[in-house]
């Protein structure tokens, strides 16, 4: 049996310098790390527990966006007043995501932060993961990969993020704030996860030691996309499933005309999947069907699938289409 220290961290100081030392990991709620650690997985030597060092606030911002602290709860999130009026696409997002009872446990960092649901990865029976034993290869690729990339996967490894709130937070244009021995930064969220190419291994382009503080949602983000927002999950039930294909629609209408639109999907790659080239191309434009379907198209250009995923691809812009006519006619949050 593998000996684990664990630190209670007192403060934000306290925990970076806990954090610095071999084999330390940050936990919070623990809803992932530990089923991980549980499953032979994650072999961390040293806990460091940031659970009441007081990132649990959600608060405005001068420029009146709103920050999120990385260990706010999920269900704190998705009920909280301006968060809901403000930015309701990420309040869909949440409760699209778990069960109430994990959505009380999990954290904002904790969901950046939540690793692959790939049986590959997670099951350890298997030896062939690259993003658990880097050179092992990818055994997703001959086996069962319907929950797989269809987008952005490489030879490497074809996992998916399983993140709901990554997927609303691609699509707001969030910003990461983290900290660490050489003190805070940003990060854009399209630059946080990272596609797997040769390193699979590592999720995200934080640096050893550093640890997500909040989750800030620019003013930008606010007004003009809360009435037309929409969070579509197509999944095999209706409850505590990880998406098959989601996608996280934003539109800034002037009657029916498109002035601006924002789309990030989920389910079909290694991280939240957004082409902000390819929405200039509803831009200025009628939302007609025609031009959702020739916009979807272009987001999902260059998909590949596989034997168990091919489906994903015309689903993904079968998804595309009904997201973006629920978006642009206001329609609540769907769980499908």
């Not at 209670?8 to 992932?32: C, F, M, S």
């Not at 009380?104 to 993003?131: E, H, I, S, V």
């Not at 797989?148 to 997927?167: E, T």
């Not at 983290?178 to 934080?206: C, K, M, N, V």
Request: contains cysteine.
């Amino acid at each position: 049996m593998q000996s684990i220290y664990y630190d209670r961290a007192t403060d934000l100081v306290h925990a970076l310098q806990l954090g610095q030392q071999p084999g330390a990991r940050y936990i919070g709620g623990g809803t992932n790390l530990l089923d991980l650690m549980k499953g032979d997985v994650e072999h961390p030597s040293r806990l460091v527990d940031i659970s009441r060092i007081g990132l649990d606030q959600i608060a405005e911002l001068p420029d009146g966006g709103l920050r999120i602290g990385a260990l706010a709860r999920n269900s704190d999130m998705a009920d909280h007043a301006l968060l809901r009026q403000r930015y309701p696409l990420l309040a869909q997002a949440l409760l699209s995501g778990a069960s109430p009872q994990l959505r009380n446990m999990a954290t904002a960092g904790g969901n950046l932060l939540q690793r692959t649901r790939c049986p590959y990865f997670t099951d350890t029976a298997f030896d062939q993961c690259n993003k658990r034993k880097p050179g092992s290869g990818c055994a997703a690729q001959q086996g069962y990969n319907r929950m797989h990339a269809v987008l952005g996967a490489s030879a490497a490894c074809i996992a998916v993020h399983p993140s709901d709130m990554c997927v609303a937070l691609a699509a707001l244009d969030a910003t990461v704030v983290a900290a660490g021995p050489r003190g805070e930064r940003r990060i854009a969220i399209a630059d946080f996860h990272r596609l797997p190419g040769s390193t699979p291994q590592q999720d995200t382009t934080l640096a050893p030691g550093e640890m997500v503080t909040a989750i800030d949602l620019p003013a930008v983000s606010a007004a003009p996309f809360a009435q037309h927002a929409h969070y579509l999950k197509l999944r095999d039930r209706a409850s505590y499933a990880f998406a098959l294909v989601s996608v996280a629609a934003l539109l800034e209408m002037d009657g029916a005309r498109v002035r601006q639109a924002r789309v990030a999907l989920g389910g079909v790659a290694h991280k939240p999947w957004r082409l902000p080239a390819a929405e200039a191309l509803l831009a200025g434009q009628p939302l007609s069907d025609a031009r959702s379907r020739q916009f979807a198209a272009q987001l999902m250009a260059g998909a590949k699938g596989y034997p168990g995923n091919q489906f994903k691809i015309e689903l993904a812009q079968r998804a595309i289409v009904r997201a973006l006519n629920l978006a642009a006619a206001g329609t609540a949050g769907e769980q499908a």
